[in-house]
């Protein structure tokens, strides 16, 4: 078994927030205009946002949906005039960002993430809360359903939160809003305490609960009925496990990254060399059906789903995503190189997309699947004979965004594999590749998306809000239990052998719900 510890970017998207100096996003045009001098600093930021988003996100390189923008800006302007402090603010501009339903365009609300509230719900549709997570001296409310917080209906709450919470669909959003419901800071821009929450369960009875800092925690949690614990979470990046037995490879896969992507951390482990020594093991040990977990995988650097599948099919012939870039003033700011190349002979210009694929660079370049060897760059399995000729059986969750979605999707439309799980957080074809920007006035920070990943069967099937498994499990509740079942089918042999090696580890659940999901 291989163990790569997460510790290190379990808090990765909060501390490129917090710990790195995020560009201060400026337009001398309009910090110039009357409007910009005479107006409050909501109105000067929120000038600046809206120029930001319409130079910025691909959906605005439509001139129709830049020029309804530019038309919401004056009465946008006016609103901001009436804003008395920074939490109305970012409440305003989240309304705003929420609109483009993109999980990765979206603002900060928290001024810090320490200052929580030591319980978690867990939302699925319409179906009352319940208490999954909490501070132990509250384990007695573990399993209840929620029907008010501090007066208010949760549904109410929710419907709140709907309108400022950037989500691809709403299983993002549920699972997005659980994490937020967390945070302090959250609670202040849905205009209620955050102090304490006075929660009214279903049978009647009320709890109050004070905030707390993240340290004090000593956590509780709804226990599980669950026989096997193969699939339950593990605190690592990536964590494979082989049942000899019965010819079965386990990978948990819970991020997209690795010392290759952060070489800051030289304690972790390369993807690739994990890949070549799982595949090694795989091949001594005869494995004949390779399962994919990544239900708890919020995305990351898609390099890495990139090296997995040159594993299970020869990569030049893997059908890909076809990425769209949107030029813009932030987007050089990160990537400066791209002043230098090219399309159709002409330099690139500022508010255009461009297909990736089609830059003169790559266009005129001999294609090389190599990569050196060394620390900046992953290598690719290009060795045929090597390939992984077995059943894969990928698991997807409500979690299961971003690049991670790029690799079940990009596995789906090559038809490599099964998918079993639930319904995913992210669309197949979707908005990405982050950018963070600071608002100048407020110190208000934000992320957009300058990308567009089209599945590789974009046009010749229906573009979707969810990728569908082929067999759809509740990964919830005790049914997860047929996703081990449905492996296993793959096998001769049914009895299942419980793993006492993997139990649940209450510091991956709580370090992830600080994490959110807006990786690349």
Known sequence: ???????????????????????????????????????????????????????????????????????????????????????????????????????HTAIYYWSSPDRIFPVRFTINGNTPSIIDLCQEEYRDILGKEVKYINGKPLKKILNAAREIVSADNAVNFENLVTEYLLLTDFWAMLGMSNEVLNITFADNTTIAIPAINKRELKIAQLESNLTNRVTAPRNTLFDYEIFEEKGICYLQFNQFADRVTHPQYTQLARFDEFCNEMMAEIEAKGIKTLVVDLQYNSGGNSALGDVLLSWLKPYQEIKQFNTQVRISKLMLTYYPYYKEFTYNGKPLEIGETYLARKFDHNRDAKIDYTAPQDSTHHILNLNQERLFKGNVIFIQGKDTFSSAMLLLTTARDNNIGSIVGERSGGRPSHYGDVLYCTLPNTKTITTISHKIFRRPAYGTVEDAEYLYPDLEIDLNNPSRELVWEFVESFTNKVNVTKSDKQQEDDSYLWDTIYNPSMNN
């Open 1 to 103: 078994m291989k163990r790569i510890s997460l510790l290190a970017t379990a808090l990765l998207s909060l501390g490129i927030a917090y710990g790195q100096n995020i560009p201060t996003y400026h337009n001398t045009e309009i910090e110039a205009s009357k409007e910009y001098t005479e107006g409050n600093i909501y109105q000067r930021d929120m000038l600046l946002y809206a120029d930001m988003l319409g130079d910025t996100h691909p959906y605005y390189a439509n001139a129709d949906h830049r020029a309804k923008l530019q038309k919401r800006v004056h009465k946008m302007y006016k609103e901001c005039g009436k804003i008395e402090d920074i939490a109305e603010f970012k409440l305003f501009l989240a309304k705003v960002a929420a609109t483009l339903h993109d999980g």
